[in-house]
């Protein structure tokens, strides 16, 4: 099974509206950790949002949240006011508290391609 | 800035030549380092951890004598793509992440785009 799943390949969205990108993953541990991140065209992976399984306030950092749905298993990432600069690609990644070693790996969803429309 | 350097952001070779791409830690020691490869539009896929002073531990399918790995210092790791050929020409990008605890930020390397002829 997927450890994160992306439903949206591309969006379409028009500059200044909001949008929403899907995220939902699958773990059985109870402490792990979900990020988003942006790669432009030129292939920086640029982070954006992070949020913590026992974090209880959604995550938000300026125009980037991150609405948290835990018994879902959810972390979609919500833009506000969207600007044609936040064309690119984003990926939603987590980590899991596997081992007693820390800093363990990041698995990537299949991302989404946002475009954003003058 | 960044504080995860990658060289080169680009490179071509002739198959069967070997490219070494470096991926250094700018102002943090890295005990653990990670490669990735992402192909075009695709996402990123784990190839190995890199571990200082010891052997990187590879995901599976990834050949260990293709893709040589090296972590001689706490700020250096070293990917070796060794007798290249056209099907390993791909996106390669390292990361590392300042902490152990699940919320480190993972930094990346500005990644390394490579083209065998």
């Known amino acids: 099974a997927q450890k994160i799943t992306q439903t949206q390949p591309g969006m379409f969205v028009q500059e200044k509206e909001a949008v929403t990108l899907d995220c939902t993953y699958d773990?059985?541990?109870?402490?792990?950790?979900l990020f988003w991140y942006k790669q432009p065209s030129s292939g920086e992976m640029i982070f954006l949002i992070y949020?913590?399984?026992?974090?209880?306030q959604n995550a938000t950092e300026g125009r980037y949240s991150l609405n948290f749905q835990k018994a879902r298993k959810s972390a979609n990432l919500v833009i506000s006011a969207s600007q044609l600069g936040d064309s690119a690609m984003y990926f939603c990644?987590?980590?899991?508290?596997?081992?007693?070693?820390?800093?363990?790996?990041?698995?990537f969803g299949t991302g989404t391609r946002l475009t954003i429309i003058p | 800035g960044a504080v995860v350097s990658q060289h080169p952001s680009r490179v071509i070779c002739k198959s069967g030549t070997s490219v070494k791409i470096e991926c250094r830690s700018l102002?943090?020691?890295?005990?653990?380092m990670f490669w990735y490869r992402q192909f075009p539009k695709k996402s990123l896929m784990l190839m190995a951890t890199?571990?200082?002073?010891?052997?990187?531990?590879?995901e599976q399918g990834v050949e260990k004598d293709k893709f040589l790995i090296n972590h001689a210092s706490l700020t250096l790791s070293t990917l070796t793509v060794t007798s290249a050929h056209p099907e390993d020409s791909s996106f390669y990008i390292c990361?590392?992440?300042?902490?152990?605890?699940?919320?480190?930020?993972?930094?990346f390397g500005q990644g390394t785009r490579l083209t065998v002829v």
């Open positions: 990361s590392a992440s300042r902490g152990t605890d699940l919320n480190s930020e993972a930094f």
């Open positions: 773990t059985s541990d109870q402490s792990y950790g």
């Open positions: 949020q913590g399984s026992y974090d209880e």
């Open positions: 990644a987590m980590r899991e508290a596997q081992s007693n070693f820390g800093n363990e790996k990041l698995t």
């Open positions: 102002d943090f020691q890295a005990t653990t």
């Open positions: 890199s571990n200082e002073g010891s052997k990187a531990t590879y």
